[in-house]
Structure formats: structure tokens, C-alpha cells
């Protein structure tokens, strides 16, 4: 694995970072490290979420100062103190939370702060030539006057790229680039990566998924709690020895023993040619007591559309859900949680958390009526049983009076667990249960749904990961546009399958 | 807990005695049974609305047209005791004719999707016309010797109106604190999405914060016009911006998902006692406003700051 790069050796070094440090209050996000990042080399950082790799590259963009030790850029000693100094060095970030004007058009977006003008005003045409010659040097092209909020999200993407591109960006920070992307638009990120540095482009690259560090880096460097491990060559490291460099341990298994699903195990839910209307049509599936069913596709492929409607939030336009037996007619969110259907959604921060509540409210919240009475809500056994949630759910906290804020993301997903340990459901839906969390916390993710299936729940869980979905599912459905492409078990579950389902038209 | 976060929990509460306690040492008249009395009086109308706009705010809305309400409730009030010289009929009209008006901002701005800023603006001007529609354009003046009791009646020595904001206060503090309604305030302001899908009835929640608004707003009103023994058509918009300033000089948040009435309790007194406290000293009221404004810079400012130290 690995990109060759010819001029590993002898390229220079754009940036070096000499002894730096670099602390938050209490929290030592950065101590001592040495690292320096070549012209023209994609260089990765990888580590646990807090390992200090996000910092770093806040740092290079001016986001943060230097609390010790030297930055370097081209060999001489540099002192950045400002988002702007960092761009007009040519030191640009492409963030997961995409910063762009979602009314205005690609040109006014690649463009902006760097209009051209004649005279005292801005000349568009002359604006939109340079774009378009920039589009054309690096071979990116998008419709220059398309409405940015109408595009996908991996073309928003690409807006932001030309946008680095238009300053002269010498580097830039790639900061979980693919998190939000499909597989297919995963790769042709990766192919764009790998030709901007074929240009001379220093690319710093931030990931979880090793697999893509691996494959796209030349040299990869590895934090652990604000320490620099080590920096090597990508070839010289494997998905095992970046897991043991992170986490400090031997690689256990990440995922938890599946039990199989007897065969005459009652059915609890029955999906029956379900559709709605340009999401999803004609799907069937069921899920019996205390089996996981994995469902794979792509984003859009209308997987957290069919969630949803299961879950109640949609009502579908055909078709039947039946849950232990019963026909769920005119479905809402209320009636699911009370038949005991619980949701972990997508996004933990949009759709799961109240971030300025504590534990407490936020755990119990879909669940409140059970403290509920005439005088109010009885908050000393509330406390009692989010206390019980968050110990089943293995969520570290200083306290449950404390705000959800200032837990770490892999906490913050587990607290949306507790939630829905709070109503002991009976068919759980996770969809993307893992995402953006790291190692340590996925494998107690796994662990925890492995549990519930144990004690007799159901698990529909949702996932972009394959391996995810592979390690964790009794049994694995597949969506492709709207429709199910396949229905997998056993040894038929595998990679393979699975990609040909997700493609199939 | 740190000093930023302590400050930020108690500041309103510690500023306020402070300012009780340096008026009650230096100024001479402010630490009397008359005037803390008189303060308390004069403090119930905003208190009786504030409590309720606190609850509107944390759900994430706004309500410009508590002004329109505290002129046109106190109006039809009026209107029915002078044709029934029943006193306690008027007030449940006057009540009812705020939750109806309450309950027509919620269905413009749940239903038909409204900013609540820009819904409540322009429900104001209608609700200010209905003031003139119903009272011929023209003062109003109650027809009984009761209508003066409704504010005016002393228990132990406080006004009824003094009672009646108490009262207010404290079941809109149980309704917010204590009750799944009150939880799903704070969850509809923090993340209405993440309250519509632990399934929440989020318009519902949002709806009946405004109705219960209305409500108070009229009852204010019916107040202040038993107190002046008297009620006027007019446009005024007054009323609303000094009920907004104490929900938002104790620190709830104008984005919604934080706050608490005792804050715009302590701030309305903070607020009343440094009106008090420049009156006493006779400081030009032209000195006062620019004050009460630096004032409320002031703590948005330091909320602002003290949320950028927090993330």
C-alpha cells in the first residue's frame, strides 16, 4: 500500500514543527511534539479522538496559537496569529462542517474575498474566468453558476477545494473529509487528493478510516494523547500496527461474538411492500427476537428514509409494518416509543442531543412520562434510573446534572444509548451508531449492541461501514435507490456482495 | 465548578442584592417599608408577563405582541364591566380574550411557519386596532367601585397586584422547572430536532407557551388599568421592551434552550431598584436611559463572552 513518491527523501519540508506544545486549561492537547510536513506529500495524521491531531491542524490555519516551541515554515522560524495570515501563506482548511454561502453560486463561493474587479467594482466576468482557469488547471469542473445549497454534499466539497485552489494553496488540511461522503465519492476525493499533490500540494490528511490513510498516504504520523508515537512510511505500516500505535494495546478483536438467531425465533417485525414516494419503494424484510440485521447502502439510497418511517417520523404511502403481530397504522413518533421502537439517529449533535441540557434531561426526555405524575416530575427516581442507563450503557460522567457539551463524542454516543436503554425497547434502530467516535468507544458500542441482542432485543442497525456491517449484523440488507438489492446470511455476507448490492441498479 | 461558570449560574442573583444592600447603606428613602412596597407594586405587571415570556424565549420564540395585548385586554374588560357591572366576569373576559389572541399567534407561527419576531409584529398592529375598535377610540373608565380592587386590595399590608405577580411567578417557575412541559420547553429551544424524535409535539409545546402568554400579558393589563383606574387605546410598544429587558438582562438566552424566571425576577429587580436608586439621588433621567442601556450591553456582552469560554 502506499503512493510511491520518488522525492520522499530529498523534498523539502514546507512545515516543521520543532518541540511544540500546546494545552487547553487542564487538557494537554499537544506535548513536545516533532514533526515536519514536505512540499508536495500527502501526510496523514491518525490517532483517538483528543490525540491532538485536530489541533495541529488548527494550528497550521491559525485557529490556534503555539503555547511552546517553534514553527517553521519553509526553514524559517514563523509566527502565525490569525486565520487570515494562514491563507495568505497558503495554508488552507477543508473542514467536515463545510463553511459556504449555500445561496449564492460556485463562482461567487470559490471567489469569495478574492473578487476581481475593474476598477472600483466587481468584475464578474473577469471573476468567473479565473475560476473557470482554475477549474481547467486542475481538471475539477462543477457548473460555475449552479446555487451551491442545491448541490451533494461531495460537490459542496469539491466548491470548497477550488476554493483553496483560487487563494494559491500551498497546503491543505483535510480534516475527515470523507465522513459525510458515499463510497464511490470517497474514492474520487481520494484521486483528486492524489493529483493536487502531484502539483506540488502539500495534503494534510485526518482520518479515522485507516484503510483510506493507508491507501492514500506517503507518510503517515501517529499521536496518542498529545504525543507524537512515531512518523513513518505508509508502506511500512498496517490497519494492525496503526490500531496498536493508537490505542497503546495489542489488537483485541473490535468486534464482540455474535450469537446466531434460532430459526424458529418469533418474528417482531414485518415490513411489507413499504414505500414513500422518491425515497424508498416495494420493501419487505423482517426481523426476528434478538437478531441484528444490518442494512447497508449508500447515503441516499433511502436507508435513513425507511428508518425513519419505521420509526415513525414518515408515514409511508404503501404498505404495511406489522410489530409483534399488530399492524402499526398511522404511525407517529409518540406511538413507537410507547410500543417500545427506540432511535439512535444519524447525526448526535442535530437530531440526538440537547448539548446545553445535562444527562438527565436528555436521556430521559422521550421517556418522561414514566416519572410523570399530577405534581410534576418525581426527579429523584428519574436520577435513580438514568443512573442505571448510563452504567448499563457504560457512559463515563462526572455527574448526570452536568451538560452533554463537555463529554467526548464517544460519551455523547453512548449517552444516546442510555437514552434508549431508558424504555427497555424491544427493537432497537441505530443508524450510524459509530460515526466519528474512536476505536476505544466503537468497540463498547459493539459491545453494548451485542448485549441487547443477548438479553432477547432487536437490532436494526444502520451503517456506511462494511466492516461495521459485516462484524456486527446476524443477517445483512442491502439498498440501492430506493429499492432492497439483496438479502445476505451467513458465509454469503462479505464484501463482495455487498458492494455489487449497494451498485446494483 | 469554575468562577466563570458560577458567575454565570449566580451573577444576576449576586448583582442584584449587592445594588439592594449599597442603595440600603448610602441612600437615604431606599430602605423604607413605603418604598420597597411601592417597588414591588409598581415591578407586578412586568413580572406577571416576564414569567411567561422567559418560558416563550427558552422555547426558542419571541413575542413582540404582549404590548397589544396589555392595551386591548384591559379594554374589553372594561367594555363588559360597564355593560355587567360584574367585576369578576370582566376579568375572565379580558384573560380569555388574551389566550385567544395568544392562541392566534401560536396558529400563525406553528401552522403557517412564521417567524415569531415578524408574526408578533404584525399581530400587534391588528390587536392594537381592535383596541380602538373596541373602545370608540377613547378612554375607558370602570362603572364600579370594585374594579380599583383587583390591584389595589391589601393583604398583610402588599397590594393585591404585589400578590397576584407572586402568584404568577411562582406556578409559571413550577410549570417550567417542575412539569414534562416545562422539560419539553427546554428540549424544543435547545434542539427542536432532537425533541420532535424523542416525540415531542413540538408546535403543541410551542403553541401553549404563547397561549399561556397571552393570558398573562391580559392579566397584566387588567392590572395595570385597575391601578389607573382607567385603560386607553393607543400603539404603545413599551411594555414589551421593558418585559424583554429583564428576560434578557438575567441571562436567558435569546437563542432559546436556556434560561430561568428567577433570573427575570432578580433582573426586573435589579432593573427596578436602579431606577429607584437614581430617582432617590436625582440623577438627570437623561443620565438613566444611557445607563439602563450601557447596562444591558453590558450583560449580553458578558453572556456572549461567557459562552465562547464555555465551548
Known amino acids: 500500500m502506499g503512493r510511491l513518491n520518488i522525492n520522499q527523501k530529498t523534498a523539502e519540508a514546507l512545515i516543521s514543527f520543532k518541540n511544540v506544545s500546546k494545552s487547553f486549561g487542564a487538557t494537554k492537547a499537544l506535548i513536545n511534539c516533532n514533526i515536519d510536513f514536505k512540499m508536495g506529500e500527502i501526510h496523514s495524521l491518525v ?47 477543508i473542514s467536515q462542517e463545510l463553511s459556504l454561502l449555500p445561496s449564492r453560486t460556485v463562482v ?31 481538471n475539477l469542473f462543477l457548473n460555475p453558476d449552479s446555487i451551491v445549497g442545491s448541490l451533494s454534499v461531495a460537490e459542496q466539497q469539491k466548491v470548497e477545494i477550488l476554493r483553496a485552489l483560487n487563494s494559491n494553496a500551498r497546503l491543505i488540511v483535510f480534516d475527515e473529509p470523507t465522513a459525510r461522503l458515499a463510497s464511490n465519492e470517497t474514492e474520487q476525493l481520494h484521486f483528486l487528493v492524489n493529483s493536487l499533490a502531484k502539483t506540488g ?53 473490535l468486534f464482540p461474538k455474535i450469537k446466531p438467531v434460532s430459526k424458529n425465533s418469533e418474528t417482531i417485525l414485518q415490513v411489507s411492500n413499504l414505500t414513500r414516494k422518491n425515497e424508498f419503494e416495494k420493501i419487505s424484510f423482517e426481523i426476528k427476537r434478538g437478531e441484528i440485521v444490518g442494512l447497508s447502502g449508500l447515503v441516499g439510497s433511502g436507508r435513513s428514509e425507511l428508518a425513519l418511517t419505521i420509526f415513525g417520523d414518515k408515514k409511508p404511502d404503501k404498505g ?29 449533535r442535530t437530531q440526538g ?14 421517556y418522561l412520562k414514566k416519572f410523570s405524575s399530577i405534581y410534576g416530575v418525581n426527579k429523584k427516581k428519574e436520577k435513580v434510573d438514568v443512573i442505571e442507563a448510563c452504567n448499563k450503557t457504560t457512559v463515563k460522567h462526572n455527574g448526570v446534572d452536568f451538560e452533554v457539551q463537555y463529554l467526548s463524542g464517544g460519551n455523547q454516543q453512548k449517552i444516546l444509548f442510555a437514552k434508549a436503554a431508558m424504555g427497555k425497547p424491544r427493537l432497537l434502530i441505530a443508524d450510524e451508531p459509530t460515526r466519528g467516535v474512536d476505536i476505544g468507544a466503537k ?49 454469503a455476507i462479505n464484501k463482495k456482495t455487498i458492494m455489487e448490492a449497494t451498485f446494483k441498479n | 465548578m469554575n468562577i466563570i461558570e458560577l458567575s454565570r449560574k449566580y451573577g444576576i442573583a449576586v448583582i442584584t442584592i449587592s445594588l439592594f444592600l449599597i442603595l440600603a447603606l448610602t441612600t437615604e428613602g431606599f430602605f423604607t417599608e413605603r418604598n420597597i412596597r411601592n417597588l414591588l407594586d409598581q415591578q407586578s405587571t412586568i413580572l406577571i408577563a416576564a414569567s411567561f415570556m422567559t418560558i416563550v424565549i427558552i422555547s426558542g420564540n419571541f413575542d413582540i405582541s404582549i404590548s397589544a395585548i396589555f392595551v386591548v385586554a384591559p379594554l374589553f374588560a372594561l367594555n363588559i364591566e360597564n355593560a355587567t357591572g360584574n367585576v369578576l366576569l370582566s376579568v375572565f373576559g379580558g384573560v380569555g380574550l388574551g389566550i385567544i389572541l395568544g392562541a392566534f399567534n401560536a396558529i400563525v407561527v406553528t401552522y403557517f411557519k412564521v417567524n415569531s419576531f415578524i408574526a408578533t409584529l404584525a399581530t400587534s398592529f391588528m390587536f392594537f386596532g381592535f383596541g380602538y375598535l373596541i373602545s370608540d377610540r377613547s378612554l375607558m373608565r370602570p362603572v364600579t367601585d370594585t374594579y380599583q380592587q383587583i390591584a389595589r386590595t391589601k393583604f398583610f399590608d402588599i397590594t393585591s397586584a404585589t400578590w397576584i ?88 438566552s435569546i437563542m432559546g434552550g436556556k434560561g430561568a424566571i428567577w433570573r427575570t425576577v432578580a433582573a426586573a429587580f435589579f432593573l427596578a431598584f436602579m431606577n429607584n436608586g437614581f430617582n432617590l439621588l436625582q440623577v438627570d433621567p437623561l443620565w438613566q436611559r444611557i445607563i439602563l442601556g450601557l447596562v444591558i450591553v453590558i450583560a449580553v456582552a458578558l453572556d456572549s463572552w461567557s459562552q465562547r469560554k464555555n465551548v
Not at chain 1, 516551541?69 to 497558503?90: H, R
Not at chain 1, 397504522?329 to 439517529?345: H, L
Not at chain 1, 432485543?457 to 438489492?485: A, D, P, Q
Not at chain 2, 428540549?187 to 410551542?206: F, H, S, Y
Open chain 1, 47 to 93: 490517532g483517538e479522538n483528543g490525540a491532538g491531531k485536530s489541533t495541529l491542524g488548527k494550528i497550521i490555519l491559525g485557529a490556534y496559537k503555539l503555547d511552546s516551541g517553534q514553527m517553521l515554515i519553509e526553514g524559517k522560524e514563523s509566527q502565525i496569529n490569525s486565520p487570515v495570515q494562514s491563507v495568505n501563506l497558503g495554508l488552507v482548511g
Open chain 1, 108 to 138: 461567487d463561493n470559490i471567489a469569495m474575498g478574492r473578487e476581481l474587479t475593474s476598477g472600483f467594482f466587481v468584475s464578474s466576468k473577469k471573476t468567473k474566468e479565473k475560476v473557470l482557469s482554475v477549474m481547467n488547471r486542475f
Open chain 1, 201 to 253: 500540494t502539500t495534503i494534510i490528511y485526518i482520518s479515522h478510516f485507516l484503510e483510506e490513510v493507508l491507501s492514500i498516504s506517503d507518510r503517515i504520523s501517529l499521536l496518542r494523547n498529545g504525543q507524537l508515537i512515531r512518523t513513518n512510511i505508509a508502506k511500512k505500516e498496517t490497519k494492525k500496527s496503526l490500531i496498536e500505535g493508537m490505542t497503546g494495546k495489542e489488537e483485541g478483536n
Open chain 1, 320 to 348: 404495511k409494518i406489522n410489530f409483534y403481530g399488530k399492524e402499526i397504522k398511522n404511525n407517529s413518533i409518540n406511538k413507537s416509543i410507547d410500543m417500545g421502537i427506540a432511535m439512535v439517529p444519524e447525526s448526535r
Open chain 1, 353 to 366: 442531543l440537547i448539548l446545553a441540557r445535562s444527562l438527565i434531561e436528555n436521556i430521559s426526555l422521550p
Open chain 1, 443 to 491: 468497540k463498547s458500542i459493539y459491545e453494548l449492541i451485542a448485549k441487547l441482542s443477548d438479553v432477547g432485543e432487536s437490532v436494526l442497525l444502520i451503517s456506511s461501514e462494511i466492516e461495521e456491517i459485516i462484524g456486527m449484523s446476524n443477517r445483512v440488507l442491502v439498498m440501492s435507490r430506493g429499492k432492497l438489492s439483496a438479502e445476505l446470511e451467513g458465509s
Open chain 2, 165 to 252: 405577580a407572586l402568584i404568577t411567578v411562582i406556578i409559571a417557575s413550577i410549570l417550567l422547572t417542575r412539569t414534562r412541559f416545562g422539560r419539553n420547553v427546554f428540549a424544543t429551544g435547545g434542539n427542536q430536532e432532537a425533541a420532535r424524535l424523542a416525540g415531542i409535539n413540538v408546535p403543541m409545546v410551542q403553541a401553549t407557551t404563547f397561549i399561556l402568554l397571552g393570558a398573562s400579558a391580559a392579566l397584566a393589563g387588567i392590572v395595570n388599568s385597575s391601578r389607573s383606574i382607567s385603560a386607553q387605546p393607543s400603539d404603545d410598544f413599551s411594555f414589551v421592551f421593558s418585559v424583554l429587558t429583564a428576560v434578557i438582562v438575567g441571562g436567558t
